[in-house]
Each structure stands twice: as C-alpha cells, then as structure tokens.
C-alpha cells in the first residue's frame, strides 16, 4: 500500500473519487497503520519514559523553521506526511511523561485513549438519538454516576467544553432560574444584579461575568479561611455592601427559595474536609480530564434541577435538527440543553475508562495521589534548602525546561511569592518520582 | 500481554503503579493495538463500506440494555472491555459511510483522523507556549491562510468549540468594540443594543443573544431574497424601527467608524456568487469540520482586527498560568485570547490534511461536490414522482433509519413543508452514490 510521492492524485473519472485516499479504506488504513505505530513507538513508549526528556525546548523562531508550517497549494507524499507527524510529536510537550507536574492533567490512561480514537474515528455530534444514539443514552448515564457521587439521587447535567464554560452555565442557569425574563429581555430588564464568589474562585468567573454581559464588577470576592472555604461573615458584608450600592434586592430570595438564611446556614456548615459538595448547592462543575485523567476535554456541568432548566434556558428548538415529527421520543435529542449546536462526544473516555478500572480502581488512584503528596511533603521537610525564595522558581523552571527532564508550573498566591505547584494527577507516579523531583530541583537549584 | 479478567489490579508496593495498566507502557500499547484493529475493521473498513449498514437502529430502551451502560465498583477484564469496544461501534451511526447525507460534517479523511489521534495521544491544552508549543505556532499559521482565503493580510483569530460559540465571541467582540466598559460594568451601563441579522441566520445568533445577556428581543431579523442575501432595505426599515424604539443611537457609528453609509454600500455590493467575505465585514466564522472534513470539531473565528481586541476583550491575566517573569515571549501565549481556560488542540487535523492534499486537493473535493451536487438534480428532473410532498420525508426517514440503508436530514424551511436536505460533503462520494441515493428514495417511497 506503498503511497508513491508525487502520485497524490488521480485524475478524475466518472464515479472514481477524486483523491488517491478519497474513498480508498486500504489506502487509509494503511496510513493509520503509519502513524499508529508513530504514536506507540513516540508517545505511548517514549513519552512515558522517565529515561527521556519530558520537551525538546526550541525557540520559536526555530521551531518555525524545524516544522515548516506553511499550507501550500500542491500536496506532500506520504513519506513526507509521516515525517510531519513524527516532527510535531517531537517538539510536542509529553504530558504523559512521569516528570510532568505542570498542569493538572497529566498521565495517559490507555482506555480513557481508547475511548478518544473510537469518538474521533466514528466522529459524531452529541445532538440527537438519531446521530449519536449510543453516546446520548451513555451521557445520559455518566451524568448519572457522577451527580450520584456528589450527593444527588436526581437532577440533569451536560458535557461542555470545559470548566470555564461550564461555570458559565451556572451562572446564566442561576439567572434564567431567578429572572426567565432574562433570556427574551435581556439583563437591561432586570434588576442589578452581584456575583458572590471565594477570593479562591476560578478566574472564569470573571471571564464569565464579562462575557454573560453581568460586567466584571458586579463580582463581590468574598474572602476564605487558611482551607480555602468562604468566610460567613464576609459573606455577609459583601451583601449587606452590595445592597446599598442597590444592587441585588432579590438576592436572598433567589438564593433560597425557601426563605431560609444563607448565611446562617454556611456558618453552621460541618468543617468536613470530606465534603465534596455544600448541601445548599444547586450546580457543581467537575473536570474528570484533571485527577480522573480522561483526556482533555471533559467537563460535566452537574445539577440538582429536574424542572428541565437546561433546555428551557439555552433551547431554540432549531427545526432542521431538532424535528418534533420524528419517529423516536424527542426528549433524547439533548442537543437543546445547550449553546453549541455541534458538540463532541465527551462521555465515552470517561465511560470505558470506568468500566475498565471500576470506581475501585479510580478511587485507588487518588488514594495514591494523596499518599504520593504526604510522601512528598515528607520527604521535602527532611531536605535543607526547600524554603520558599520567591527569585527561584523562574530561574529553576527555565533550566528545568530547557534541559527538558521535568516541568512544574509556578505561581505567586496571595501575599506569598512564586512557588511550584505540584500536580499528582498521574496515576503511573511512584515514590522514585517523588525521589527523582527533589534531586532533580537540588541540583537545578545548586549555585543559587 | 493477555490481561487476565479478575487480575485488574495488582497489590500497592512502595515504588510501583497501583494498577497493572498504570505505568505499563507495554500493556497499555497491547490494549491500544487491539482496539486500533478493531477501528480499522469495524470503522475505516466496514464503516465506509457501501455494502454495510449506515446505522443500526436500535429503540433506546433495547440499546440501553444491549450497552449495559452502569457504572460499577469493580473494574472490567482486556476482553470485556474489547467487546464494549465492538459494541459502541456497532451501535454508532457511521457518518463515515457513504450514504450518510445526514448532516453538514461526513467522510472519513485519514489524514485529519491521524492529526485526530496525535492530538488526542498528546492531551495537551493550546493556551501556553510552554505546554503546547508546536500548536501555538501551527494555529497561528493555520489562521492565517483561512484569513487570506477569506481576503484579508493581516488580523487576528483562534479555534472555538463549534460554530455557535464563535458566533458568539463575534457579537462579544463587536459590542467590546464599540464599548469597551462593557467588560467591567455590564450591559446595563450601556445604551439598549440591537443585533441585526438575515432570516437565513444560523439559530445560535439567538441562543448568543440570550447567553450574552442581550436577550433575543433585541435580535432584529432582516428579510433575504430568493439567493439568501439580506435586502438593504429591509435591513434600513429595521434599523429605522429599532431607532424608533429607543434602541441602538450609535448604531451607524459603531458599524461604520469612517462614517460611511452602510446600507448604500450593501446595496451596491457586487452580487458575485463566488464572494467569500463582504469586504465590509469584521470577522468570520468559518467551520473546517464541515465541508472541509478535518472532524468535530474545528472551528475558526477570523478577524480583521489587528488591535489585540481578543486578548483585550478577554483577558484575565490569571497569574498561574500567563506568568508575565517567563523566559520566553509571552505574546505566544495565547491562551488569554479566549473564555475558555483549557481548550483543545483544534489545528493539527486540518494542518496535516492540508498538508497531505495541499490546497489544491481540497479546492478539486469542493468541485467534486458541485459537480455531484449538479448531476443529482439533473437525475432527479429525470424521474417522475420527486416532488415536494412535506408528510412524505418523516416516513422515508424513518424507513431509511430502521433498515440502516442510508441517513439523510429533513426539515421545513420557511413556508416550504419537509424536504431533504442533501450534503455532498464526503469527498469520496461518487455519481453511484447520488444514483443509490435516487432509486433508494423511490423504493422506500413505492406504497405512498
């Protein structure tokens, strides 16, 4: 199935396709072939080795020149075509690597890659029963388990394209479910309205308040405790503060439909480290391409709703998509619930991912990620010359990429300066990990 | 590398993985070969075959059963899950199959599934340099030639979640634009706002104006002629009526910041069909995943825009991840440009299909879908009994669905009843297909 360069093309015939690989499966298979065993060799062996680099660092304007991006008007043979492939994977960051710390997803879950080679190749939109009737009902049951997991026995959810859009969902349901009037009038026949949130929050609360038309200053940050966790009292006088400013009047109300006191009942909320979700939440967003490692994306927006909000806020009722003369219950053409119209199947890395492992298997994993952090912490507080020297980090992550043995990413927090922040979301991680980390950054860091 | 059922996970020793898959680049290569030659049979051979069914059709409640979808506690043996594996597929629609006309995205073309599955092995998020460097260049790249093919030398864009959400980011910039408070203080700071837009709009204009907290009352729908063009005068009765109103003061000003006449420059616009871009627009949202076939998804939003509006109308500089004490040019983190945090590696699919076919490959495929797109209505006014009878299309659906011999979308349009609405988009369609595709309509719709 050799492909020979510059053959690219056929010339066409009636009822011949066009292209060499149009319609061509031994062609394309033989390809895939190609580039499959560039994936095993490049990334599912080497990438994961702890005896290889985590990147090959290039300057840009290098890596401009080392890859060629330019698109040009003839086509590239096949040869060529795999020596782009092996290029890309080259100078690509390897985040299955065991010494990325960088971001919070990391590893590589061979069923969650399962899972994303079938969604890729069947290649179908997470709209309707009619097109995707297999990942509907899977959605449909992922959402299920993972909404069970919180604490709620019912409600509804979606997949979205990531936890920032996520949040945003939260935030227009939160409003449509207070103000209906919102999503024909828009917010200039609303009342004034404030955003709540911790000093700890996402930045894509801001991103979202602008982008949602709420403006960034209607967020009022609510300062949180040494764990993190809202202050009450804060809490309170950002409410009291917005108040006479003029915003939010209904805001109690639309809090706590049942007149109850908010603030309150946070106040006496149990300190349970435990506690994956406040009782009094109405919306959860978790991102099981972090710790759970299923590959990016995937994002649920959880909700304890069963009044069908999702599809009363965000639905348009499109007639070409979603007919309602169709010959199957319509109420599985979930494709309504939300503000894309095309969306990918997110469900089914997750999915077999979990049958593989059981929830067993994930919870042992993160198990073994909290065990890897004590060790850590441990082991760090043994070391002289682990202190925190807000001038360093930079310095260490500069070398540390440039020679390409580990990456962990850096921020300043609060008062504190720059300090590395370790992700553990890996689940092929072990103790000589954690070993090789704390030599490594001694002697990255050593005529400092 | 045989993965005996019940022998999933293997007792935690200090410095070893906690399950056997989990650090085992052996035998997470073994499980992804079989489940490649399960793609390769069951999708890139059977799937695209004529000969085989394009779908399935199972009721929801049988192929909830046939899935056994619950999630459970303990985890699946290699061959169990190798099996769900044959079942998710077997289930799926295959939109790669010829006879799939049923929405705007068909075809399988294996060089944007090879970028797919890189992509996909990769797992990494395209908002740094430092993580993603051969993706921040390449979608760079990428744009750039979409934005000369649209006409313009210069600008600026990136890759959205779909079509609707870069319908979306276009109205947000729009109204920075013209009124940059608008991110901090809100809509309600600003005067009442109206979106003009054709009746032939895609339906996420209003599900953007409700999520952008416009709401869809101040969406003002212009009348199109026969071509689906927006009539000039229409589009001035509802400027006027708007202004009427109270709405939009500025808004000839903020269409047009040289102070031209907007209107009278439209209606002076040449007619051409072949017209990409109306010179006058500001950006464009163009979807590669559709007719281009690169996979879901692939969406470019284009801008003219060479003020870094993106990066200004988003932003948020969160300090974990654009650290501005980088080694490197910050600019080339792009991440900030977006509402999203992560976001997915939407660029190397269409780069290595352009790539392998060069421009010119993908200029033959869209001829190719002209010229079978013109011999099935020269055959169809051929035959007697093609005509529009709008109760008609919902029952050859279904009958089509139920046998699995082929998938097409129907819907209303305007005064017009049901019809199909046939897409030409797999470049390895045929003039055999169009005539499996008449005698197939006539001989599913014999009895009526």
């Given at each position: 199935m050799a492909h020979a360069?510059?053959?690219?093309?056929?010339?066409?015939?009636?009822?011949?396709?066009?292209?060499?690989?149009?319609?061509?499966?031994?062609a394309a298979e033989a390809l895939l072939r190609e580039v499959f065993?560039?994936?095993?060799?490049?990334?599912?062996?080497?990438?994961?080795?702890?005896?290889?680099?985590?990147?090959?660092?290039?300057?840009?304007?290098?890596?401009?020149?080392?890859?060629?991006?330019?698109?040009?008007?003839?086509?590239?043979?096949?040869?060529?075509?795999?020596?782009?492939?092996?290029?890309?994977?080259?100078?690509?960051?390897?985040t299955c690597h065991p010494h990325f710390f960088n971001q919070l997803f990391s590893g590589l879950d061979p069923h969650a890659l399962a899972g994303r080679i079938i969604t890729e190749s069947l290649n179908t939109s997470q709209y309707t029963y009619e097109i995707a009737p297999v990942f509907v009902l899977m959605e449909e049951e992922v959402l299920k388990k993972l909404r069970a997991l919180v604490g709620w026995s019912s409600g509804d959810g979606v997949f979205c394209p990531g936890g920032s859009i996520s949040n945003m969902y939260a935030v227009n349901l939160a409003r449509y479910q207070r103000y209906p009037d919102c999503?024909?009038?828009?917010?200039?026949?609303?009342?004034?309205?404030?955003?709540f949130t911790s000093m700890e929050c996402h930045y894509s609360i801001m991103k979202g308040a602008a982008f949602l038309g709420l403006g960034t200053d209607s967020v009022r940050v609510v300062k949180a405790d040494e764990r993190g966790k809202m202050i009450p009292e804060d809490l309170e006088r950002q409410i009291n503060l917005a108040e006479a400013e003029g915003l939010c009047r209904d805001l109690r109300a639309g809090l706590d439909p049942e007149g109850g006191d908010l603030v309150g009942q946070l106040k006496e909320e149990p300190a349970d480290p435990d506690f994956?979700?406040?009782?009094?939440?109405?919306?959860?967003?978790?991102?099981?391409?972090?710790?759970?490692?299923?590959?990016?994306?995937?994002?649920?927006?959880?909700?304890?709703?069963?009044?069908?909000?999702?599809?009363?806020?965000?639905?348009?009722?499109?007639?070409?998509?979603?007919?309602?003369?169709?010959f199957y219950d319509v109420a599985l053409d979930t494709g309504d619930k939300v503000v894309q119209c095309g969306r990918r199947v997110d469900c089914l890395k997750l999915w077999l991912m979990w049958k593989a492992q059981g929830g067993q298997g994930l919870?042992?994993?993160?198990?073994?990620?909290?065990?890897?952090?004590?060790?850590?912490?441990?082991?760090?507080?043994?070391?002289?010359?682990?202190?925190?020297?807000?001038e360093v980090a930079p310095v260490l992550k500069e070398r540390m990429v440039k020679e390409g043995s580990m990456m962990i990413g850096y921020q300043p927090h609060g008062t504190r300066g720059n300090f590395f922040r370790m992700v553990m979301a890996n689940p092929a991680l072990t103790q000589a990990d954690m070993d090789f980390l704390l030599n490594e950054l001694e002697r990255l860091g050593q005529d400092l």
């Open positions: 360069p510059g053959a690219d093309f056929i010339l066409m015939a009636e009822s011949k396709p066009l292209l060499s690989l149009d319609g061509d499966p031994m065993g560039i994936v095993v060799d490049e990334i599912i062996r080497k990438g994961t080795s702890a005896s290889e680099k985590v990147c090959e660092w290039r300057e840009p304007e290098e890596l401009k020149q080392l890859l060629d991006l330019e698109l040009r008007s003839p086509g590239e043979s096949q040869e060529q075509i795999l020596e782009r492939c092996r290029a890309v994977i080259r100078y690509s960051v390897k999503k024909r009038r828009g917010l200039r026949a609303l009342p004034p309205l404030a955003l994956l979700c406040p009782p009094r939440a109405d919306s959860v967003t978790w991102n099981p391409h972090k710790l759970l490692t299923a590959g990016l994306q995937c994002s649920a927006l959880l909700l304890r709703d069963t009044s069908n909000l999702l599809k009363r806020c965000h639905g348009s009722q499109a007639s070409y998509l979603f007919q309602q003369d169709k919870e042992r994993r993160i198990d073994q990620a909290f065990t890897l952090a004590r060790y850590l912490v441990k082991e760090m507080k043994k070391r002289e010359g682990f202190e925190l020297v807000m």
